[in-house]
């Protein structure tokens, strides 16, 4: 019989167990409104258009997505976690148009591991440029004329969507110091497993490597120009 440990072993793929039960007591939370940011050229971003969120699976009964008249919510969570936390509350889905990009799908295990990114230090990165026809999709929904007010949403509300915020804050012409800003407020949610902002620096790198956003949007997640200038036009004042 060989001698197993002359065998070249498989290199092990680093995993992070995900805590269901944390994440199920931050339903609801990590809500914020992205309108009011200055734009450039004395332009804001719209408020009560476009709002972020962590997963809606439990919302308390005062939650303000209640009292909302939402006409499209965005979940990019994988089919695992909605298996864990459930789909968004029955209140939320009921007038509304629900729209489910599974943005880290192949990351996710049944047993509740996740497949970390094998550069540590880019995990953001990894998030957008590992799934472009997802994110193919969400600015094609963001670009029809009829889907304001809308939220989108993961699990945390911090990673994916801290992602896609950047990306479309900076379509909107939004600072990177305010953007960088708005991605750390989710520390005040998960104080104990902190967001720095270098986790975004190689998100912006890549985005300038591309020459800016309008190129990294077009070349390479395929968004056209006339969508781009449909997004600016519901989203900017």
Known sequence: MPNDERRPKAPDIPRMVVDFNRLREAGGKNFRDLGGHPAGDGRRVRRGMIYRSSHLARIPDEHPVRRMAVRTLVTLQSRVELRHLGAPHQDVLRDVRWEHLPIGER????????????????EHLVMLTGF???WRRFFAILAQRDVYPLVFHC????????????????????????????????????PDSPLTA??????????????????????????????????????LE
């Open 198 to 235: 270098a986790q975004l620096t190689p998100v912006f790198e890549t985005i300038d490597e591309a020459g800016g956003i309008r190129n990294f949007l077009r070349e390479f997640i395929k968004v056209s120009d006339a969508e781009m200038e449909a997004i600016r036009e519901d989203l």
């Open 155 to 190: 699990s945390a509300g911090r990673d994916r969507t801290g992602v896609a915020s950047a990306m479309l804050l900076e379509l909107l012409g939004v600072e990177r110091e305010v953007i960088v800003a708005d991605f750390l407020k989710s520390n005040l949610v998960f």
């Open 132 to 134: 472009p026809s997802d």
């Open 107 to 122: 990351w996710f295990r049944d047993g509740g591991a996740i497949e970390l990114a094998s550069q540590p230090g880019k």
